[in-house]
């Protein structure tokens, strides 16, 4: 009994500042939302003392197009953006590390090491890459990269796609791209991809590790091409992973900040802006809390629909495992 | 490189299936893609002011110039900032955040996995919770209470976020990690009449040395690396951390690419040295972090 009281007297410390810093600072969060503090005066208590304005801040969020749908859809187009291409590239070198290569330690650590910088450094870099006047067109346009372009972007038939990368900001096929509101986000998509595409290798790779070898073998016997055993078989035994991997790079891209900050900072004019981005400006530069409290509980709600769900399968996993 | 590649195989195998040929073909190209930025970066980063304004950034430098190097760590203008004073800063607030966090985390996930209580599970959820936030949910509240603490704009602030909001990621590993102790070696010592504390000391922490190794690395590449938090708990240079100072660094060299480079490469470098060093136990953090994957 005493040593049940030191077990959970150990965990206090833990539990309390969760209660504190995690769960009532949501739920600050959520009270200065619905209160009138949009003005420069700091707080002389721990709690906002301005009048109550219901649902105000939401109502002005909504109606600012910056924010509403600009903001909201360039994330979600962000987010589609960096898992999908993330996972197609992750999945891709996954698969080809897994038959046996020479090198193979190599290769796994060349594609991990973005994961140890930082977005910011990922973005200073990327940012001199993108660049329409220094970076990679100066490389490719001289192999013809630019004509290329040029003719793609002229093919009648594709005009209908060009129009819709084009409004949604990720049309990467345009020359100016960081410098283009037409390109700009999905520059963005491909400096991040480089970050976390190893991320997805690397727990693919332990998935498919983690699959016995006979499994595969007995699909040889069948007469299985390795294709198949990858499309049929082994892929679809890692589904456990998939939704794992998509979470974590959806709760990575849902907040996204320091990337869009030290690239574009949501430029050309608003063509890369995200919530993130708003919130900072609102509150640190305008001073419109209660206006930026609305956006931090409109994010919290986004990755709550998505983490939520996924935490609860994982531990219930854990309780049945 | 694929050449050399190919001929080492074909010594070991007489066929070279065009099969193979392709894999590896995939994988030099995209090794080559993935080292595009850091080519960028260290050739940059050599190149002396003449050549910033008459190269692009795909050209080999002339000299290994270390100018660019000298002028990101202290910038030759005054008050333009610069990446030496924010290392020192990022040292200061990041190893004593890793230490905390870590023990803070060991005796957390040392106790959820074999001092299990009724509830054990429910805390546990309580805490992970606080992992899958987007940090902006908190922020405001955070520098709120942190100005009425004194300690806005301060190492010790960004320390102490840093700490707590680790709780959850290092409480999580520990945990995983404690799963796998025997729980025979721990009732035997029960048995002995050892205590909950006597077992930590004497059995637990003596096993948790790659534990904390791994815990450790995660910790130091996350805080070193953090940028929200660094860029709105502080203000002023004495005490921004690393990524603000290159941050800073960039907006007030806006053409100098060479510098930029130079400065991204020096802030990497601790994180980098760690990486190349520990990749095997960075992976591992990496896997430990997404729950049981």
Excluded at chain 2, 214 to 234: K, M, P, R, S
Aim: charged residues 10%; hydrophobic residues 55%.
């Amino acid at each position: 009994m005493r040593t049940r009281l030191l077990a959970i007297g150990l965990l206090l410390p833990a539990v309390a500042a969760s209660l504190v810093f995690v769960y009532g600072f949501i739920a600050w969060t959520g009270y200065a939302s619905l209160t009138g503090w949009n003005q420069i005066r700091r707080l002389r208590n721990f709690l906002p003392d301005f009048p109550l304005v219901g649902l105000d801040n939401y109502r002005s969020l909504f109606s600012t197009p910056r924010f509403w749908p600009n903001d909201v859809v360039n994330n979600a187009v962000f987010t589609v953006g960096f898992v999908a291409l993330c996972l197609a590239v992750g999945l891709l070198l996954a698969v080809l590390l897994d038959q046996r290569i020479r090198g193979e330690a190599f290769f796994r650590n060349l594609f991990l090491l973005p994961m140890s910088l930082s977005f910011v450094v990922t973005g200073t870099i990327w940012s001199w890459i993108l660049n329409p006047n220094t970076g990679i067109n100066q490389l490719l346009d001289p192999l013809g990269l630019g004509a290329f372009r040029h003719t793609l972007l002229g093919l009648p038939f594709l005009s209908p796609l060009w129009q819709v990368l084009d409004a949604l900001h990720v049309n990467i096929v345009r020359p100016g791209l960081t410098a283009d509101p037409r390109a700009a986000l999905g520059t963005i998509v491909i400096a991040a991809a480089w970050q976390m595409s190893g991320f997805v290798m690397a727990m693919f790779l332990a998935g498919l590790r983690g699959i016995s070898d006979e499994i595969r073998e007995a699909a040889r016997m069948d007469g299985a091409s390795e294709v198949q055993i990858y499309r049929h078989i082994l892929i679809p035994l890692l589904r456990p992973v998939l939704v794992s991997v998509v979470v974590l790079l959806g709760y990575v891209s849902l907040k996204i900040f320091d990337l869009v900050f030290v690239t574009t900072r949501g430029g050309p004019g608003v063509s890369s802006d995200v919530p993130s981005i708003f919130l900072f400006d609102s509150a640190f530069k305008s001073n419109q809390w209660g206006l930026g409290a609305a956006v931090a509980v409109v994010m919290l709600l986004a990755t709550a629909v998505v983490v939520l769900p996924y935490l609860r399968w994982q531990l219930h996993q854990e309780q049945r495992g | 490189m694929s050449a050399a590649r190919s001929s080492a195989r074909g010594r070991r195998r007489v066929t070279l299936r065009p099969s193979r040929l392709l894999i590896y073909g995939l994988l030099v190209l995209f090794a080559i893609g993935f080292l595009v930025p850091v080519y960028v970066a260290v050739v940059g980063s050599f190149k002396t002011l003449r050549e910033v304004n008459t190269t692009s950034i795909w050209t080999l430098p002339a000299s290994l110039d270390l100018g660019a190097w000298r002028s990101a760590l202290v910038p030759p203008l005054q008050n333009s900032g610069g990446i030496a004073s924010g290392l020192i800063n990022s040292l200061t607030m990041t190893i004593p955040a890793v230490i905390v966090s870590s023990i803070w985390g060991s005796i957390n996930g040392y106790v959820l996995s074999k001092w299990r209580f009724p509830g054990a599970d429910a805390v546990f959820a309580l805490l992970l919770f606080g992992m899958f936030i987007p940090y902006q949910a908190i922020l405001i509240p955070l520098v709120n209470l942190l100005e009425q603490l004194g300690l806005y704009d301060s190492l010790a602030g960004l320390a102490i976020t840093h700490i707590v909001y680790g709780i959850p990621i290092t409480t999580l590993i520990f945990r995983n990690y404690y799963a796998s102790i025997p729980s025979d070696l721990i009732e035997a010592a029960r048995v002995d009449g050892a205590g909950l504390v006597a077992i930590y000391r004497r059995i637990i922490l003596p096993l948790s040395v790659p534990g904390f190794v791994v815990v450790g690395i995660w910790q130091f590449t996350n805080i070193w690396n953090e940028f929200l938090f660094a860029v709105t708990l502080t203000s002023a240079p004495s005490s921004q951390p690393v990524t603000v100072a290159l941050q800073n660094l960039a907006g007030s060299f806006a053409a100098l690419y060479n510098v930029q480079m130079a400065g991204a490469l020096i802030s990497a470098l601790p994180t980098l040295l760690v990486y190349v060093l520990l990749s095997r136990y960075f992976i591992r953090g990496l896997l430990a972090g997404s729950l049981k994957g």
